[in-house]
């Protein structure tokens, strides 16, 4: 006789097998520093690499004028500017990537640990019938 | 009402039946869609502005993951690009790079309002985005939802002013490419529509979620009103000198409104008069619950019955003749 419970409960795992199992478990499977480390990693490099976009659009933009004073202009203080507009930048973008790979990895925790459960749940059943 | 909700039914179960060639058939006729409007809105690039080489692409991106409408359309738009002129190209690349690597990177399932909000354009009917964004989504969206209005944006720049850039000589390269990024950088209407579309999101977002009675449709009147209010206030301040015609931005809030209203019957569609308030305790709390149910309603089952007439035994005075 099929056993209603059980196959409700086995639907709703081999729904979450075939959809989020996978990239939660792509997540799990590093510790949680590590995981945040690879992220905020990532981040600060893309985060560089489009500054280095912007950054080449700007002195393009106005290059008649760059090359004209690029021996006036004092080069450390204009260094001195430009990566702290980098640090800023690139920095506040790297830190809300963490926030929310954090926030991922904590919702990605909490649902294998309801699918684990679920297998719990079901080998009992199972055991209860046999 | 009542025929509505069986409707609804049916076409749940119409969905579920044939999801496997609905969603390959939604990629198909989007990517169809936006690669038409691209080539009829850029089309200088001869060689892929044919209707063949758009059903190839849209036929590829149907059985291809979402990204990839995406990624054609970029490409079809940087070849057009490319083929009126350098700069062009060049400014459109870098936008896309940057897009790709801050946002895409990180949210690539919300990539699909950036082809959409565009679409909404071309049908004249940009204001739905935001209230179904704000019924549907989180306010992460409005992030997607403005990378769309750029990407809008930078084709109907582009398109409005080939014949002003193709004019200019061609060795006068930082003359073009100065004059491309003030043309986008300073238009104030992409600004006001990024602005505007944004705080109704969050407004529709944080409504829809309000503890009250009817919250949705509450949420999609609010909606309208500040995308209403926001555009008004904005072209005042920022003398855009109207991108919007007041028409327009009454009709498509119409279509708007319109459009959420069927999103609350599909996704929020509850009955407020049997709601229940509970309340009870456990060890560590005491809780104040409201409870409202779903209206649900059966699809109705038909029963085929088959009557098979009776046959007449022969009667016994014609067997007699």
Sequence with gaps: MINEERVIL?????????HDEKKNMAIVNYFRNDYLGFEFLKSVICGTMAFLIVFGMYVFYDFETFMQDIYKIDLLAFGKKVLIIYLVCVGGYA??????????????????????????KLQNMYERQG | MTNLLVMKEYLKQFYAKYEV????????????????????????????DHASIVLIVALMCSFLPRTCIILFD????????????????????????????????????????????PVCFGLKVPYLIPIAY?????????????????????????????????GMASDEMITRFRFVIDGLIGNKAMILT???????????????RLPIMQSWRIAILAGVLTDIMVML????????????????????????????????????????????RVQFEDDEYYYYVKAVPKISISKPSRNVKKINSQRRPQSMSSQNK
């Design chain 2, 233 to 276: 206030i904005g072209d005042l301040m920022l003398d855009t000198n109207l991108s919007i015609s007041i028409l327009g931005l009454l009709g498509g809030s119409i279509v708007a409104a319109l459009v959420g209203e069927v999103l609350r019957f599909l996704l929020f569609n509850v009955d407020y008069y049997r709601m229940e």
């Design chain 1, 95 to 120: 830190v809300i990537t963490y926030l929310v790979h954090a926030y991922r990895y904590h919702l990605a925790r909490r649902s294998l640990r309801t699918y684990y459960n679920n297998l719990k």
């Design chain 1, 10 to 18: 086995m639907t709703r795992m081999a729904s979450y097998e075939q």
């Design chain 2, 21 to 48: 060639y609905l969603h390959p058939l939604a990629k198909f006729l989007l990517s169809l869609i936006s690669l038409g409007m691209i080539n009829s809105k850029l089309g200088y690039m001869g060689t892929i």
């Design chain 2, 74 to 117: 970029a490409l079809f738009i940087l070849l057009h690009l490319y083929a009126m002129a350098l700069e062009c190209a060049i400014v459109a690349l870098a936008l896309f790079l940057v897009l790709f690597l801050l946002y895409f990177r990180f949210s690539p399932k919300s990539i699909i309002a950036v082809v959409l909000t």
């Design chain 2, 194 to 208: 990024i602005v505007a579309f944004s705080i109704t999101i969050m407004v529709v977002y944080i409504v829809r």
């Design chain 2, 134 to 166: 704000g019924l549907a989504a989180t306010p992460a969206s409005a992030v997607a939802v403005s990378c769309g209005v750029v990407a809008y944006y930078l084709i109907s720049y582009m398109s409005g002013n080939a014949a002003a850039v193709s």
